[in-house]
């Protein structure tokens, strides 16, 4: 369906969102490349098409590139709700070595200072999630949908996160 929206919108905003959406898809099937290759022409159209760049800059922790995560998401205005989820990019640990509870706190202070901001609490769950606290990424995610019921994305990172390994 997506597909489709972006063979008939082309470049218009609809056809942009479609290929974020599509993009998104794509990563959540470790398609990394593709999912890239979208956002790179989301981004050639609109540089601050924040749901591309937050995308963006999740893939790139995902392959363990936090300074590229940090990178793509640009410097967001004040209020956006990037501007949290960027925060929490900012925080992920780059080493080994750096103390992980630093992160968590930026992260959940970012969450809860910026009135319901889905993308803060989301990019907290995810952390939380990756370093084996899925109980409070849990908690996360369910102050998220209290913000934004039904939003399919959070349920699919609920869901994940609930079930075993």
């Known amino acids: 369906m997506y597909q489709d929206i972006v063979n008939r919108a082309k470049t218009e905003p609809q056809g942009l969102q479609a290929r974020t959406k599509l993009a998104r898809i794509l990563a959540q099937q470790n398609q990394l490349d593709e999912a890239n290759r979208l956002l790179d022409e989301v981004l050639k159209e609109n540089p601050k098409d924040e749901d591309a760049l937050v995308l963006r800059g999740n893939?790139?922790?995902?392959?363990?590139?936090?300074?590229?995560?940090?990178?793509?998401?640009?410097?967001?205005?004040?209020?956006?709700?990037?501007?949290?989820?960027?925060?929490?990019?900012?925080?992920?640990?780059?080493?080994?070595?750096?103390?992980?509870?630093?992160?968590?706190?930026?992260?959940?202070?970012?969450s809860t200072s910026s009135r319901a901001n889905v993308q803060a609490r989301v990019a907290l769950a995810q952390f939380l999630a990756q370093t084996g606290k899925v109980d409070a990424a849990i908690e996360q995610l369910d102050a998220a949908l209290k913000t934004a019921p039904g939003n399919v994305g959070v349920l699919e990172i609920k869901a994940r996160c609930s079930s075993p390994a």
């Open 59 to 110: 893939i790139a922790l995902v392959r363990n590139e936090p300074l590229k995560a940090i990178g793509t998401t640009g410097r967001p205005s004040r209020g956006s709700p990037t501007r949290a989820t960027c925060s929490c990019f900012s925080a992920a640990p780059t080493s080994p070595t750096r103390s992980r509870s630093s992160p968590r706190r930026t992260c959940a202070r970012r």
